[in-house]
């Protein structure tokens, strides 16, 4: 119990610490709060005109959050690489603290700043139109989700941001994978409009499943105008499906982002 409290605590430290650096450097969450902003503006009008307008729009907007949340783990990767390129690592590791601590510290950091892009994107959503047609509770519920995954994702930015040995390796590495991830979804388009082996990455895709339930909760409807509601398992029990995916993720990359954590901190 007196390890878990530490580690806790040494956590909370770290976290504070990238908070502090993000409101001394506020040009740090440009990329959290316009990119998503212009994603909404563009689809909403630019493509929403032709793909059904306002009821496109309802479709599409908590797509977007599922899709920005996940690229928001891209300041995972970056934070992390950031901090080994500068020595930050060599000074954590002489000191006292949970080793775990650097990492979930960095997580639980990065999962504010998708606070503050969902409440960004939420407002803009308003702005065009979109709007939550369920219960206050539905949409909290909504948002928790977004939030759990997004500390889901997190993770995986994590591990390859201490793969990475530069910045620059690390904003290519932090990207290039999470755009075929997140546009070979249901973001946009309905998962059945893909043709073969893309329609069937898409319906168990995760972020098929998040947005899904998110949709859901929010009242919106799960389809885009025209198409009929999917039948596959993940579509059945996409609640299920995204909460085990989220709880997978975890399981898998923290203990690799740990052992990699071991490995640089030991050099």
Known sequence: ???????????????????????????????????????????????????????YRHFLVAGIFVQTVSFNSAFTTLGLANDLTKGMIDRFRSLPMSRLAVILGRTTSDLTVSAVTL????????AVGWRIESSPLSAALGYLLLLFFAFAMSWIGAWIGLLCRSVEVAQSAGL???????????????AQTLPGPLRAFAEWNPISAVADVTRSLFGNPIQPPGVAPASNWVAQHAALYAVLSSLAIIAVFMPLALARYRRVASH
């Open 119 to 126: 409440a960004t994107m939420t407002a803009t959503g308003l």
């Open 1 to 55: 119990m007196t390890v878990l409290i530490g580690g806790a605590r040494d956590s909370s430290v770290v976290a504070w610490r990238n908070l502090v650096t993000i409101r001394r450097n506020p040009d740090l969450l440009l990329g959290a709060v316009v990119s998503p902003i212009i994603f909404v503006l563009v689809f909403a009008f630019v493509f929403g005109g032709s793909l059904g307008g306002a009821e």
């Open 176 to 190: 290039i994978w999470l755009f075929p991830v997140s546009f070979i979804a249901n973001v946009f388009v309905s």
